[in-house]
């Protein structure tokens, strides 16, 4: 087996691992809320994510410091934590599988949000892909009235918010992607903890292990996205994302004893479909540019 086809296969491992854990760290959250409030899981998801970050990987530390980027990776951190608030929020209200079906509505968002912000040209397969995905959204929270009601908002809220820290990542040019990795939790800690007080219940032991898990496993995570992403094509390793979809609708009937309704399949399958078809339009797109990269000096030559 070749370097390439070897990277590519621990990306797609890295990627399929990652969203793993968010799914785990997603369970152990929606047990949490019967127990304790919103915002101390918050503080335990944000706090124990920058402690992890900052303890076993210092060079992000020195290069927080040193950033030149400061004012978009704050911004950075503020859409991630309340996006993460959102999340957790709709855990409250719907089944894992429902809420992670929503918010996997934030990959078309981001096609959306980039025509507006990034000036991002978007032809009309790619209209028609993004346009799939809010059917599938439609279908999932059916806002006539007979829907999932505040917890579906909440979720699409969250993928709004995901999807728009998506686009500032796109707008940062650090040298190291962990400097983005520590501040992807910092906002949400220093918020989190300054609030504590209002939001404090005494954890018992193991509850106070599953609070430190829910940081570790959320740094741990988008660690392993990071990694894969050095390995792996975006493109090519993207589409391995969704299969965090099928984690959280086996932890919600296998821990929770949720079956997702059929409205809620049938969209996450629209959604899915939607966003594999927008990956693979980049894939083209990366190809196209590609070969008109490599005819062009062959033109020069024979030119000459």
Known sequence: MDEGKRNLLVAIGLVTAGGFLFATMNAIVKALTARYPILMILWGRTFFHVAFVALFIPQAVVGAIRTRQLGIQLMRSVLLGTSTALNFTALLFLPLGDVA??????????????????????????????????????????????????????????????????????????????????????????????????????????????LVATGLLGAAGHFMIILALRRGEASRVSPFNYLQLVWAMGASYLVFGDIPAPWTIVGALVIVASGLWLYRLDLWELRRRSAVTTARPASSREGA
């Open 101 to 210: 079906a929503i918010t996997f509505l934030s990959p078309i968002l981001v096609a959306a949000f980039a025509v507006l912000l990034l000036r991002e040209r978007v032809g009309l397969l790619r209209w028609l892909a993004i346009a799939t995905g809010f059917a599938g959204a439609l279908m999932i929270v059916r806002p006539t009235g007979a829907g999932l009601g505040v917890g579906a908002w909440l979720a699409l809220g969250c993928a709004t918010a995901y999807a728009a820290y998506q686009i500032s990542t796109r707008m940062v040019r650090e040298a190291e992607p962990l400097v983005s990795l520590l501040f992807s939790g910092l906002a949400g800690a220093v918020l989190f903890t300054l609030l504590l007080p209002w939001g404090w219940r005494t954890p018992a032991p193991v509850d106070l292990i599953l």
